[in-house]
């Protein structure tokens, strides 16, 4: 049954928000509500006479986003805000939170140059795993992904998984630019003698909901992917994409949980370390489960040996044995589009391999173009919207009448 003396509510600040944090909280006082504890981005209020207070929140410098107690080297820090009138209330991350029933209480950071500089770094302390490491990852794998053109333009799974990395990266390239444009402004009002903005209250709620937006957007990602893989019968991505979906609100509640008693920064460090851990196990499992529920087809009948597609872009691998009596493999990538045609060609050849085209050979294949690729030994014969790769061999006239039969056209 709900308290009625206790409330909580779920309101997201960034450390540049610390005067709005602040603001926010003694409107609260002014409506019967007094801070009592903050965990993760659960504020707990308990029910007090209605009342003007003071608060303060602090950025300390030696802090950490781990921390849901104040750390031993705040405590002469704490010590000095008690004796000017500042009760301690909480510590959540770098942002320890002060109230006062003073009247008019000195301040607690009087250096607007010191408090700014201490914001940036906290903001950039607060933010490095988001804003540095993941992009970094995905960036790199992006770049793994273009390598693999072909599978990325050709499978619904390489389209995915692109779209979820571009997503992430051009979103954290946006939270960067935006901390960016307000750190230089700040110092330019710092430099003109103007008053520093650390955020405003007012829509506080609306923008706790919009950052919660990427995350539904995310969300809605895999879920038409799973749908796709679904109609697929690809039992193993519908366990890989699907888990974590299930498992994002698992661990939120966890954490949040756990969170709820205040612990040390040594113990917050190492929970989401062995609850990860823990989550992998449990994925890795589930998926072998997947990979032996998933139906094994059969392949396709010759000459047809593989095929998939997407709305950009198509690969069929042929075999046969002609009448010849030689048997090959060769591929046909398929595009309308000109521009994925070219983007292919020039993830499959690398420049230093590249000996161009033979007007020979291109007269005979009845092509617009002919690439050899020494490297991996294989032709690329162009068309007006699909390219035959070939392993050119002494038996090229032979591969050619096997691609005229298998494609019903004369290449």
């Known amino acids: 049954m709900k308290n009625p003396n206790e409330l ?96 008019n209480p000195t301040p607690i ?117 799973l749908v796709v893989a679904l109609r697929n019968q690809d039992y193993m991505y519908v366990f890989a994409f699907g888990l974590p979906l299930l498992l994002i609100p698992a661990v939120f509640l966890l954490s949040h949980r756990y969170q709820r008693k205040a612990r040390s920064r040594s113990e917050n460090k190492a929970f989401p370390f062995i609850l990860a851990g823990a989550i992998t196990i449990l994925i890795i499992v589930i998926v072998f489960v997947g990979v032996g529920l998933t139906e094994r087809k059969a392949a396709p009948v010759a000459p047809l040996v593989s095929s998939s597609g997407t709305f950009l872009a198509s690969a069929e691998t042929y075999y046969c044995i002609s009448k010849y009596g030689f048997d090959t493999t060769f591929t046909v990538f398929r595009s309308r589009y000109d521009f994925i045609l070219r983007w292919y060609l020039n993830s499959e050849m690398r420049k230093p391999y590249i000996t161009g085209h033979e007007e020979e050979t291109r007269q005979e294949w009845g092509a617009k173009e002919v690439h050899f690729n020494r490297r991996t030994l294989s032709a690329y014969v162009v068309y007006d919207d699909y390219i035959i790769i070939y392993c050119p061999t002494e038996f090229e006239a032979i591969t050619r009448a096997i691609a005229e039969e298998v494609l019903g056209t004369s290449p």
């Open 109 to 225: 950071e009087t250096d607007a140059e010191i408090k700014l500089k201490t914001v940036i770094r906290g903001m950039v302390k607060q933010n490095w795993l988001a804003w540095f490491l993941l992009p970094a990852i995905f960036t790199f794998n992006i770049a793994v992904q273009l390598l693999s053109f072909a599978e990325t333009v050709t499978t619904n799974k390489g389209l995915f998984i692109s779209l979820l990395y571009a997503f992430v990266v051009v979103l954290t390239l946006y939270q960067i630019g935006k901390f960016l444009v307000w750190k230089t402004k700040q110092e330019r009002r710092l430099k003109n003698g103007e008053p520093i903005q650390y955020g405003a209250q007012r829509n506080q709620k609306s923008k706790t909901i919009g950052l919660f937006v990427p995350a539904m957007i995310m969300m809605a990602i895999i879920s038409v992917f």
């Open 8 to 103: 909580k509510r779920m309101i997201v600040f960034q450390s540049s928000e610390c005067d709005a944090m602040a603001e926010y909280l003694e409107d609260m006082a002014l409506q019967g509500w007094k801070l009592k504890s903050i965990r993760t981005s659960m504020f707990y209020f308990e029910k007090i006479e209605p009342q003007r207070l003071h608060y303060s929140v602090v950025v300390y410098a030696k802090g950490s986003m781990y921390d849901t107690i104040p750390d031993p080297s705040s405590y002469e820090f704490l010590d000095y805000c008690g004796a000017a009138g500042w009760q301690f209330v909480c510590t959540v991350g770098l942002l320890h939170v002060f109230v006062s029933e003073w009247k």
